[in-house]
């Protein structure tokens, strides 16, 4: 057991938890019965208590269950943008023993369609500006029945902010066959049957992706989320007086965790925001007198860079953190001089459910990823020979934890080659590279697997080739991540063009073709025709050559 760390352990906090054997439904009643009358969502002003979110989720339970024929163990699509719906959807799939999809609202029909059909789902629920995406699947068929919902629903006629247009949108009345409207849902009132779901039941399937190209569902428990969410709330001293200003996307693991799941469990309040707006946040954090924020870099470093930002009064923040992209230096101090807190990084993958790693509030290193969380292992080896690599030394991460998932869904070979055994524990190959020093900090150091940190969302290389090779013209395509000063990183797509096709197409031409066919996020923003790719004796293009000469010129 790593245990170097404990020196800097949080004082008064024990170094082993405990995990609740219950579900995360479980958390929604029990705080609905201590805090009824608590506000759990505040959203632009308007607010959702306990007792409402319960009424609610537990309304849309008994139509999913009901009216759309969800059983337990079914996969519910939840392609939403933030907003009270994803919470109120979310635990409604829970109570009645589904097991969450959620998808992030920038893919695309064709990506959606292939999600769709690797976890089986029959059922979405949808926010209404997502529908002309999703629906084409139902006329495939893939899927058998969404229902829609409008953001606009959950907003005050008399709202003090600037609201996004998808907030702002009227709701659409929807009258065609297998759609379904969200207040015609909550109206039903119908009850839901107790399926009797355990702590061992999967709860949630986040995708991620892999080398080879092909997203995976990551098959989490109510018992492998719990651990995260308990962990949160005792490692950042958080209690049912915090008020966390949520502006990570909720289907990632780290908003979902963060920004949902701890509220939901401590009794605390979210002030939610759909889309960033750096006027809006400052807004609300003074409004609302926010205690937390976790967000990632890029969105502290426009915050920071607000000219109006000395006319709000932010001095409630006690806690202000995130992981996905290393925080700049001098952004840290920024914030520290602003508001005397310092920011707190963390380290996690969609395979752990958000962290495995945090940093000590009273003792923070920037650009670090931090110390392993309660009960986590964490060894650094050489990944040919998973030999343990001293102080200083570099290798792959291993955890060991109870947030660690289970395996990829559907895939079971795939996830045993995830894990190796040592002492008799089984641990996941992370397939980063870090160092740790003397204190039990871990610093992030390079990636054995093959990624791109795109402003927190990671892409993979080998998933948007895939893509790409759809487009006629494309006879060879290497994807690399290249310096971005707002993104960190952003993706760069090196062709080589067919024959017939040289001199018929340009390279924005191609950057267009694949805004229509992938999230923005993992779409190239940069392509660059080229005669040919550097290839290894067996066949494999180099592509660690071409991203550290694409790195070296831009540092030049």
């Known amino acids: 057991m790593f245990t170097r760390h404990f020196a800097v352990w949080p004082e008064a906090t024990p170094k082993s938890l405990t995990v609740p054997k219950t579900t995360l439904y479980d958390n929604l009643l029990i705080s609905a019965k201590r805090y009824p009358d608590k506000t759990v969502v505040n959203y632009y002003g308007n607010r959702l208590t306990f007792a409402q979110l319960l009424q609610e989720a537990n309304a849309i339970a008994g139509y999913l269950q009901r009216d759309l024929g969800v059983n337990k163990g079914d996969r519910v699509l939840l392609y939403v943008q933030n907003s009270p719906q994803f919470f109120i959807a979310y635990y409604a799939i829970l109570a009645i023993g589904g097991v969450v999809v959620p998808m992030n609202p920038m893919n695309t029909t064709d990506e959606l369609r292939f999600y769709v059909e690797d976890c089986g789902t029959k059922v979405a629920v949808v926010g209404q500006e997502l529908l002309d995406r999703i629906e084409p699947l139902i006329a495939e068929p893939v899927l058998e029945q969404i229902l829609v919902t409008a953001y606009g629903e959950y907003v005050r006629p008399d709202c003090p902010y600037n609201l996004p247009d998808v907030v702002k949108a009227p709701r659409?009345?929807?009258?065609?066959?297998?759609?379904?409207?969200?207040?015609?849902?909550?109206?039903?009132?119908?009850?839901f049957e107790d399926v009797g779901a355990t702590c061992d039941d999967?709860?949630?399937?986040?995708?991620?992706?892999?080398?080879?190209?092909?997203?995976?569902?990551?098959i989490h428990t109510h018992r492998t989320v719990m651990a995260n969410v308990v962990g949160s709330a005792m490692g950042r001293g958080a209690n049912s007086e915090s008020v966390a200003l949520c502006v990570l996307p909720l289907f990632h693991v780290t908003g979902m965790v963060h920004s949902m799941h701890l509220p939901v469990y401590i009794g605390s309040t979210a002030v939610l925001m759909t889309r960033w707006d750096r006027?809006?946040?400052?807004?609300?954090?003074?409004?609302?007198?926010?205690t937390s924020w976790t967000n990632i870099a890029t969105m502290l470093i426009d915050?920071?860079?607000?000219?109006?930002?000395?006319?709000?009064?932010?001095?409630?923040?006690?806690?202000v953190g995130g992981g996905g992209a290393t925080l700049p230096e001098a952004v840290?101090?920024?914030?520290?001089?602003?508001?005397?807190?310092?920011?707190?990084?963390?380290?996690?993958?969609?395979?752990?459910?958000?962290?495995?790693?945090f940093n000590p509030p009273d003792h923070p290193k920037l650009q670090c990823m931090g110390i392993p969380s309660f009960d986590v292992d964490a060894r650094v080896v050489n990944p040919d020979t998973l030999e343990a690599v001293g102080v200083g030394e570099e290798g792959e991460l291993l955890v060991n934890g109870p947030q660690v998932f289970h395996g990829y869904w559907n895939r079971p070979e795939e996830g045993e080659k995830a894990f190796v055994e040592l002492e008799g524990k089984r641990f996941?190959?992370?397939?980063?590279?870090?160092?740790?020093?003397?204190?039990?900090?871990?610093?992030?150091?390079?990636?054995?697997?093959r990624m791109i940190n795109a402003s927190g969302f990671k892409v993979w290389p080998t998933e948007v080739e895939s893509m790409l090779y759809n487009h006629q013209a494309v006879q060879m395509a290497c994807v690399i991540g290249v310096p971005d000063e707002r993104r960190g990183e952003t993706v760069k797509a090196l062709i080589v063009l067919r024959a017939d096709w040289e001199g018929k197409v340009t390279e924005d031409e191609i950057v267009e073709w694949a805004r229509d066919r992938m999230a923005a996020y993992k779409r190239p923003r940069i392509v660059e025709f080229v005669e040919t790719l550097p290839m290894t004796a067996t066949g494999k293009v180099q592509w660690r050559e071409l991203q550290e000469r694409a790195w070296a010129t831009t540092e030049a």
Do not use: M
């Open 172 to 191: 659409v009345e929807v009258n065609r066959p297998n759609l379904h409207a969200w207040a015609d849902a909550l109206g039903a009132q119908g009850a």
């Open 202 to 218: 999967v709860a949630v399937l986040p995708y991620t992706s892999g080398t080879t190209g092909k997203p995976k569902g990551c």
């Open 279 to 290: 006027e809006t946040a400052a807004q609300l954090i003074q409004d609302n007198r926010c």
């Open 303 to 319: 915050f920071l860079a607000n000219p109006n930002l000395p006319k709000y009064d932010i001095s409630s923040l006690q806690s």
């Open 332 to 357: 840290g101090q920024r914030l520290f001089q602003l508001t005397g807190v310092r920011y707190t990084e963390g380290y996690g993958l969609s395979e752990t459910i958000a962290q495995t790693h």
């Open 428 to 449: 996941f190959r992370t397939g980063d590279l870090v160092r740790y020093d003397e204190e039990g900090y871990f610093f992030h150091v390079d990636r054995l697997k």
